[in-house]
C-alpha cells in the first residue's frame, strides 16, 4: 500500500485534526510564520523548531509593532514585540 492510500484511510477515520496534523510533520509540534511582500518575496521568517514558546501556528496579525500569534490546534494566543 503506498503512502497515499495509507492518507486516505487515516483520514477517514474519528481520529483529531491535531493527531493528522502530528503525523504529517513528523510527530513534533513546532512554529513558523514568514512574512512575504506583495510580490512574493520572503522578507522575514521566525521559528520555534522545537516547539517551546508556540506550536502549530495557524494565524498571525501584525498590529502596533507587535506579532500576535494563535492557533486552531493548540490552546494559545502569543505576542512577539517586533523590533
Aim: aromatic share 8%.
Amino acid at each position: 500500500m503506498n503512502s497515499l492510500k495509507i492518507r486516505k484511510v487515516l483520514l477517514k477515520l474519528p481520529i483529531p485534526a491535531k493527531f493528522h496534523y502530528l503525523m504529517q510533520i513528523g510527530g513534533r509540534l513546532h512554529g513558523a510564520v514568514v512574512k512575504y511582500s506583495p510580490e512574493g518575496k520572503i522578507l522575514r521568517i521566525l521559528e520555534d523548531r522545537r516547539g517551546k514558546v508556540v506550536r502549530a501556528v495557524s494565524e498571525v496579525e501584525e498590529k502596533d509593532g507587535k506579532l500576535w500569534i494563535g492557533s486552531v490546534l493548540m490552546p494559545f494566543i502569543a505576542v512577539y514585540q517586533l523590533e
